[in-house]
């Protein structure tokens, strides 16, 4: 079985300071995607950023990048300059490539930016 | 404007009734989920689609039941055997050709039970 952990219910950050949700996933697939999902106050899930498990470069969208270690199993989301609207819920997510698309979602991270 | 969407967006419901939870989705996405949220549980799968006149039970399936009939819609329907069916409720939807592409999620369905 596939399992996402989130060990952070809940994180604060000053605005503009840099945060760090961590993420750890246990799977015996050697190819499988990741996943960071937001969910803000209005309850409607974004997709932050994604990562492909083969490939050894770490993605980056804007403020938002991640710290892939394959062998750890570990999938960390970092925000740079945080504002106050990355004040939300945030989920790490896992797929398997070969299978129909089932997601595995971890317990969330409450993140508040403090003004 | 190309999205999910779900209705209604708060439902009431008494118990031993049966709901219906609406989600269209005009994506031409192939595959669809339904997703229970509750506090400090993240989102639990309860049941997914893949293709018309398909579909897979999730992991707490017990207590609900679906159809698709048409590509654009999967609707959920709580029974009155669900035994807490207050909930956050989210559908989904991606293309089924590569795991890459990201679940796109409709604004959600919030049910309470008197």
């Known amino acids: 079985a596939q399992t996402v952990t989130q060990s952070q219910p809940e994180m604060s950050v000053q605005e503009a300071e840099t945060v760090t949700l961590s993420c750890t996933y246990d799977?015996?697939?050697?190819?499988?995607?990741l996943f960071w999902y937001k969910q803000p106050p209005s309850r409607q899930m974004i997709l932050v950023i994604r990562?492909?498990?083969?490939?050894?470069q770490n993605a980056t969208e804007n403020r938002f990048s991640v710290n892939f270690q394959k062998a750890a199993k570990s999938f960390s989301l970092k925000i740079s300059d945080s504002q106050l609207g990355d004040t939300a819920m945030y989920f790490c997510a896992f797929i398997k490539s070969n299978t129909g698309n089932q997601f595995y979602f971890g317990t969330g991270t409450s993140l508040t930016v403090i003004p | 404007d190309g999205g999910i969407t779900q209705s209604p967006k708060y439902l009431f419901r008494k118990e031993g009734q049966n709901v219906t939870l609406s989600c269209e989705q005009n994506?031409?996405?192939?595959?669809m989920y339904w997703y229970r949220q509750d506090p400090g549980q993240g989102l639990r799968l309860i049941y997914y689609?893949?293709?018309?006149?398909?579909?897979q039970k999730g992991d707490i399936a017990e207590g609900y039941s679906v159809s698709r009939e048409k590509k654009e819609s999967f609707p959920l329907t709580v029974t009155s055997a669900q035994k807490n069916p207050t909930a956050f409720y989210l559908c989904?939807?991606?293309?089924?050709?590569?795991?890459?592409?990201?679940?796109?999620f409709g604004p959600g369905t919030r049910l309470t039970v008197l």
């Open positions: 994506l031409n996405h192939d595959a």
């Open positions: 799977t015996s697939e050697s190819n499988y995607y």
């Open positions: 989904a939807s991606t293309i089924r050709r590569t795991s890459l592409n990201e679940q796109f």
């Open positions: 990562q492909e498990a083969y490939k050894q």
């Open positions: 689609s893949q293709i018309v006149n398909d579909f």
